[in-house]
């Protein structure tokens, strides 16, 4: 089993920034695939940005070119950087990481967005 336990996450108003971070620890061997996935009140789960090892990435088309995700290997955590944020990212964050192709999620982080 993975576990993952995030950090980060609180109010900020519209246009800033902040940063989310992902540990994971456990059985924590052939993690392919790290990142974040958010979930608004009444909407379905969508993707955020996801990294695989190989450093490929995938960002959400809503977040394009605001929010960066980086992992460090050496520590197996995932950081998401979100800058110029907005009322609609408003959401519970979820890390996730893909490992022999089961998917592991942590409990969440609430960003709220306003002002």
């Known amino acids: 089993q993975v576990q993952l336990v995030e950090s980060g996450g609180g109010l900020v108003e519209p246009g800033g920034s902040m940063r989310l971070s992902c540990q994971a620890s456990?059985?924590?061997?052939?993690?392919?695939?790290m990142g974040w996935y958010r979930q608004a009140p009444q909407k379905q789960r969508e993707l955020v940005a996801v990294?695989?090892?190989?450093?490929?990435?995938n960002y959400g088309g809503s977040v394009q070119g605001r929010f960066t995700i980086s992992r460090a290997d050496a520590k197996y955590t995932v950081n998401l950087q979100m800058n110029s944020l907005q009322p609609e990212d408003t959401a519970v964050y979820y890390c996730?990481?893909?490992?022999?192709?089961?998917?592991?999620w942590g409990q969440g982080t609430q960003v709220t967005v306003s002002s």
């Open positions: 456990g059985s924590i061997y052939s993690i392919h695939v």
């Open positions: 990294i695989s090892t190989a450093g490929n990435i």
């Open positions: 996730t990481v893909i490992q022999k192709g089961n998917n592991f």
